[in-house]
């Protein structure tokens, strides 16, 4: 079938559907009950008690007549701009101590070269994070966050709290006080200032820090940020100091830009994926214990990174590798699921009548939504579907934390805000 003939079909399909909506009517919420297929993935498992049937669609969307959104709390509610103006200060404040420890360790042209150099490995770094959070994206807001704690806010609490631990390093010998700062502060102290970001995150953004994938999002985003700054201090230093600049920028550049640029996200992405999964409980208790059982993964893989000597090359391929690989293939897991989960939340809708099956396959797997943008952008309406999409996904993802069972009223108004849009949404991509 064409692309063409097969949105023809979704059209009418979908004008069908409105003259024939789901099973529930037009009550905005059915009494709950499991239906089949609810738990779709290891990422999506709701308690039965928590399961509320999915908003009936009445026949004719007369929008002001049709419900009235739960009431949220009476207090104010000021989203994410405390986090942003508190994250702005301590990022301010973070840089009066970052920007002078780097320009004395690199000067003013280690610096420049430093940071252009830089721009490399962060970029790929970045693009990874962008295709990992392409499903779902986070609000670019909270992106920004994580990249500026991992870049300035993180770096000043770790050049804050190394002087306590070398106080602690032995002093027989150079080697072994530098083995000690690399082996056991760098990853303590490290991984502790780079999750703190998390931790301040899933507490403060907890609407935006839901799952798995979500969790691994920001520790990327953060580790890219902290990787960003500390690339720049290596750079520049080896330009600042060594009587062979070029040949030892292309030496440390393989070694960090090459060899190693998700150091950092592997490390930090474990605590990332631990608190994610705590996030499903959506309890504030579970997500300070899935910190501090996160940290754990994330100094050990960093110690043995950082621990790696003479036979470099032999466990760079033997071990951290095959490290780097299990990590590929657990996020690919995670997109899957995530894929699942979107299709089994809006299949929910559908049998309410919000959407037809053959919405459903278009939106919730990869290789509809290509076909259905490739078949929207022929006709001028590229934008018009990705806003479709966005907004379908925001509604199956809404609709889980609803079954979570925390601030359920609160989240149900959001469900209806979103359900008021999608017969516009899909109105201007068929118009």
Do not use: C
């Not at 928590?50 to 929008?63: D, E, I, K, M, T």
């Not at 994410?80 to 101590?97: D, E, K, N, Q, R």
């Not at 292309?250 to 950092?264: D, Y």
């Amino acid at each position: 079938m064409s692309l063409s003939s097969h949105f023809r079909a979704w059209n009418r399909l979908f004008l069908m559907s409105m003259n024939h909506p789901g099973q529930h009517g037009g009550h905005p919420y059915p009494r709950p009950y499991l239906e089949p297929g609810a738990n779709p993935t290891w990422i999506g498992r709701v308690q039965p008690g928590n399961y509320q049937a999915a908003p009936g669609n009445p026949a004719s969307l007369p929008q002001q007549n049709w419900a009235t959104p739960p009431a949220r709390p009476a207090r104010r509610s000021w989203g994410t701009l405390p986090l942003l103006i508190v994250g702005t200060v301590l990022v301010l404040g973070s840089l009066l101590l970052v920007v002078p420890f780097l320009l004395g360790n690199t000067g003013i042209a280690g610096f420049i070269i430093g940071f252009l150099v830089s721009l490399i490995p962060l970029s790929i770094v970045l693009l990874t994070v962008r295709v990992i959070d392409r499903w779902e994206p986070e609000p670019p807001r909270l992106l920004w966050f994580a990249f500026t704690w991992g870049a300035a806010v993180s770096i000043a609490g770790t050049l804050l709290i190394q002087p306590l631990f070398a106080l602690a390093a032995p002093t027989g010998s150079e080697e072994a006080f530098a083995y000690f700062m690399a082996t056991v502060q760098a990853p303590i102290v490290e991984e502790f200032t780079k999750s703190l970001g998390l931790l301040v995150l899933i507490l403060a953004a907890r609407k935006y820090f839901d799952g798995p994938v979500d969790g691994v999002v920001f520790a990327f985003t953060i580790a890219a940020g902290f990787a960003f700054t500390e690339n720049i201090l290596y750079f520049g230093r080896e330009i600042a100091s060594s009587t062979d600049p070029g040949t030892d920028l292309v030496r440390i550049f393989i070694l960090r830009g090459v060899m190693s640029p998700f150091a950092h996200a592997v490390f930090t992405g474990t605590t990332g994926l631990i608190m994610g999964f705590a996030a499903r409980k959506w309890h504030s208790g579970y997500a300070v214990l899935a910190f501090f059982i996160g940290l754990l993964p994330a100094m050990f893989l960093h110690n043995r990174w950082n621990s790696m000597g003479q036979n470099f090359l032999v466990e760079y391929f033997a071990v951290q590798v095959p490290i780097f690989l299990v990590a590929v293939v657990g996020v690919i897991l995670l997109r899957v699921a995530e894929g699942k989960l979107t299709r089994q939340r809006l299949l929910e809708y559908a049998r309410a009548g919000w959407f037809t099956p053959a919405e459903v396959e278009m939106l919730a797997t990869s290789r509809g939504r290509r076909q259905a943008l490739r078949w929207a952008a022929s006709r001028g309406r590229g934008g018009q579907m990705k806003a479709f999409i966005k907004g379908a996904t925001a509604l199956a993802f809404t609709r889980q934390r609803i079954l979570s069972g925390r601030d359920v009223p609160g989240h149900q108004h959001d469900e209806i805000e979103h359900l008021r849009l999608i017969p516009a949404l899909r109105a201007a991509v068929l118009q």
